[in-house]
C-alpha cells in the first residue's frame, strides 16, 4: 500500500509555464488537500476537497487550481507560474472532514525561474 | 488577528532530559488540536489529536496538554532520544471543526546524545 504519493518529485519551470502537480492516495479517503510550506510560513492551505465532484479555497488559493473528479486523484494546476509560488508543496487526505488525522504525500519541490 | 505561533528558535536537548513544545494560538476556537512530526525533506507524521473537552493525551513518551482558557497546548516528550530530532508542528482546526487546519512553524528539536 503506498498511501499517498506525489508527482514530480521535483520541478524547475520558467515564469509563465503551466503545471500540474499531481497527487493520489489509495486509502479511500473522502477529503483531500493540497499545502504550500515556505520557510518562516509553515503549511498554509492552497485549496480542499471534502469529497469528490467539491473543492473549496483555502488561506492562498490566488494562482491556483484543482479538481476532484474521483476518489483517489486530486491534482494542483498552476496557469501560469510566477517566482513566489516557489515553494515545497504537499498534499494530505483525511477519511473525513473532522476530528482526524492527516496523511502527508513526499511533497513536490517546485522552482519557478 | 488571528494567529498560531510556536517557538521559533530550535531547541537543544540532552538524550533522556524531557522537553515541553508550546503552541499558542489567538482568535480561534478551534473543537481539536493536532501535532505532527516532520523529519527534513519529508511530509509531516500524525502524532497526536486532542480535543477541546480533553485537558491531556498520551502516546508512548508523548503528552499533549490542551488549555482553551490560555489558548495554548504544550507538547511533552519525555525520556528524550536522538531519534526525537525533528520539527514539531502543531496544527489547530481553524474554521468550525471542517479538517481545514491552520499550522504553526514548527519548532525543530535537537536532542544529543
Known amino acids: 500500500i503506498a498511501g499517498i504519493t506525489q508527482a514530480p518529485t521535483s520541478q524547475i519551470l520558467a515564469a509563465g509555464r503551466r503545471m500540474t502537480l499531481r497527487c493520489t492516495q489509495d486509502?479511500?479517503?473522502?477529503?483531500m488537500y493540497w499545502y504550500r510550506q515556505d520557510l518562516g510560513l509553515g503549511l498554509r492551505l492552497i485549496h480542499y476537497?471534502?469529497?469528490?465532484?467539491?473543492?473549496g479555497k483555502g488561506e492562498v488559493p490566488d494562482g491556483y487550481s484543482v479538481s476532484r473528479a474521483n476518489t483517489d486523484d486530486f491534482p494542483l494546476t498552476l496557469a501560469s507560474a510566477v517566482p513566489s509560488q516557489t515553494s515545497v508543496y504537499f498534499c494530505?487526505?483525511?477519511?473525513?472532514?473532522?476530528?482526524?488525522?492527516?496523511?502527508f504525500g513526499p511533497g513536490t519541490r517546485l522552482t519557478v525561474l | 488577528s488571528q494567529k498560531i505561533e510556536q517557538n521559533s528558535e530550535a531547541l537543544n536537548i540532552q538524550e533522556g532530559k524531557t522537553d515541553t513544545l508550546t503552541c499558542n494560538y489567538t482568535?480561534?476556537?478551534?473543537?481539536?488540536l493536532e501535532w505532527y512530526r516532520q523529519d527534513p525533506g519529508r511530509g509531516p507524521v500524525f502524532l497526536l489529536l486532542?480535543?477541546?473537552?480533553?485537558k491531556e493525551k498520551r502516546k508512548e513518551r508523548l503528552k499533549v496538554t490542551f488549555d482553551t482558557t490560555l489558548k495554548q497546548s504544550l507538547f511533552h516528550i519525555t525520556a528524550s532520544q536522538p531519534a526525537d530530532s525533528a520539527t514539531y508542528l502543531c496544527?489547530?482546526?481553524?474554521?468550525?471543526?471542517?479538517?481545514?487546519?491552520?499550522f504553526g512553524q514548527g519548532t525543530t528539536l535537537q536532542v544529543k546524545p
Open positions: 486509502m479511500r479517503h473522502n477529503a
Open positions: 486532542i480535543r477541546e473537552n480533553e
Open positions: 494530505a487526505s483525511s477519511s473525513g472532514s473532522s476530528y482526524n488525522e492527516q496523511f
Open positions: 476537497s471534502n469529497t469528490a465532484g467539491t473543492t
Open positions: 482568535n480561534y476556537s478551534p473543537a481539536y
Open positions: 496544527a489547530l482546526d481553524g474554521s468550525s471543526n471542517t479538517g481545514k487546519l491552520i
